[in-house]
């Protein structure tokens, strides 16, 4: 399998500030989408900015498509790519950008095709309107066509469906899956987990300069659902020295999270321990009125740590 991005211990300090990248390492293959997902601030755009040569790496090394990062310039022309923040030529027609921008890199699709362009980012309509009145949602579509013109192997995009109606975004996902499918490799970013996964083989999960978690997003959920909240209702309500107390007799992982009106909120190891606390709870007088299994999205498990 051909490596289209190889990050090597890679590190980012804006001037004399914290690192903000503090080590990366990944290798993303033909073919692939991978999704890095973060908080605000996480570093997305910064590693995103330094590998496609908008902005200079402070330590370690980079390779795109077998070009080392000081050659970056020579795997530029098969590279698109949409930045966070994007110049569009607001006093022009949406259309005529494309064609115009399309141009400039040597695209050489027909009239017809930049209309189907728009049309597959979800801007039918808004062909003949200048870019100036188009809405956020509006401009970063047309940044999304844009990083496509050239027919680029690896197309980068910083966030494409933040902002937008969740109509579009899946318009949006459903492109990358169509890109996918034409063998193109994909890295995009966001900050919502539940959403990156659908698209993405490997997510990677950006918090404090590194890569937290790496995986695909089954391993990401089975990872979460090694560990599972409950909510119990009994009289009495249990309390948390009760919970120690049941977490010894039983050996288990039993661990106390609150009480919330008539419930208590645990979490335990693996759902064996649901039956065996049950019985306990029985065979000891508590009244028991009711047992949940909260589900927990990627999001609760992973970023809100
Ligand atoms: N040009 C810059 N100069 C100094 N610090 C910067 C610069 N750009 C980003 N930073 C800092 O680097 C950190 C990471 O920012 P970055 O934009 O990479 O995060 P992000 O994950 O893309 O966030 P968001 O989800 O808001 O887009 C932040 O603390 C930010 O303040
Ligand atoms: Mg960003």
């Keep these: 399998m051909m490596e289209i991005i190889k990050i090597n211990q890679l590190t980012k300090k804006y001037g004399g500030t914290t690192e903000v990248l503090k080590g990366i390492d990944l290798t993303v293959h033909q073919?692939?989408?991978f999704g890095f997902v973060g908080h605000n601030g996480a570093g997305k755009s910064t590693l995103i900015h330094t590998i496609t040569g908008i902005i200079n790496k402070s330590s370690g090394s980079f390779e795109i498509m077998g070009f080392p990062d000081k050659q970056i310039d020579k795997a530029k022309k098969e590279m698109g790519v949409m930045p966070d923040i994007s110049n569009l030529?607001?006093?022009m027609k949406g259309i005529h950008f494309l064609r115009y921008m399309g141009e400039l890199v040597g695209d050489q699709r027909s009239k017809k095709d930049y209309e189907s362009l728009m049309k597959d980012v979800g801007l039918e309509g808004a062909e003949k309107k200048k870019i100036k009145s188009y809405s956020f949602g509006m401009k970063k579509k047309i940044s999304i066509a844009q990083a496509l013109l050239g027919n680029p192997?690896?197309?980068?995009?910083d966030e494409p469906t933040s902002g937008l109606d969740p109509e579009s975004?899946?318009?949006i996902r459903k492109l990358v899956t169509r890109l996918q499918e034409q063998g193109k490799t994909i890295l995009l970013t966001s900050h919502n987990l539940d959403e990156i996964d659908k698209v993405s083989d490997r997510v990677g999960i950006l918090s404090d300069g590194v890569i937290k978690k790496l995986g695909t997003?089954?391993?990401l959920k089975?990872?979460?659902e090694a560990g599972l909240s409950i909510s119990i209702r009994t009289k009495p309500i249990l309390q948390e020295d009760y919970i120690q107390v049941l977490s010894k007799k039983l050996e288990m992982d039993l661990?106390?999270?609150?009480t919330k009106k008539e419930y208590t909120l645990l979490n335990v190891a693996s759902d064996n321990d649901i039956p065996k606390l049950s019985i306990e709870l029985i065979?000891?007088?508590?009244?028991l009125y009711e047992i949940k299994v909260e589900q927990r999205s990627l999001e609760d498990v992973f970023m809100n740590t």
Excluded: C, T, W
């Design 89 to 91: 030529y607001e006093h």
């Design 153 to 157: 192997n690896l197309i980068i995009l």
């Design 169 to 171: 975004a899946i318009k």
């Design 255 to 258: 661990n106390f999270v609150e």
């Design 31 to 33: 073919g692939e989408v």
């Design 283 to 287: 065979d000891s007088g508590v009244l």
């Design 222 to 224: 089975e990872e979460m």
């Design 217 to 219: 997003p089954r391993q």
